[in-house]
């Protein structure tokens, strides 16, 4: 499985940007996928996460702020962010796994990962 992420940008505080997730490889509609963020100093943390039905799961301090969606025509997984603040500013991944069980596990779980995109949120 390989995952390509985009989309990432420098952005004022209280704008928007959507994050991109490309993957391939087989079975994909089977996996669920995850973004995980790492801003500088600080440990990676998770983001959100998606199951293969489309249920979501979030970090709690980013409910109503962030959208994860997939879009399994395509094998593709989107973060919808909005109201970003300078605190965001991180280099965001995206990962995927098929495990099954628990759908949003820890980091440490999760095999596949894509490159980061850079998320800046500044004036």
């Known amino acids: 499985v390989q995952l390509q992420a985009s989309g990432g940008g420098l952005v004022q505080p209280g704008g928007s940007l959507r994050l991109s997730c490309a993957a391939s490889g087989p079975n994909l509609d089977y996996h669920a996928f995850g973004w995980f963020r790492q801003a500088p100093g600080k440990q990676r943390e998770r983001v959100a996460c998606i199951n293969s039905a489309g249920s979501a799961q979030y970090a709690d301090s980013l409910k109503g702020r962030f959208t994860i969606s997939r879009d399994n025509a395509k094998n593709m997984v989107y973060l919808q962010m909005i109201a970003l603040k300078p605190e965001d500013t991180a280099v965001y991944s995206c990962?995927?796994?098929?495990?099954?069980?628990?759908?949003?596990?820890?980091?440490?779980?999760?095999?596949?990962w894509g490159q980061g995109t850079q998320v800046t949120v500044s004036s």
């Open positions: 990962a995927s796994h098929n495990h099954g069980g628990a759908y949003c596990p820890a980091i440490t779980v999760w095999p596949y």
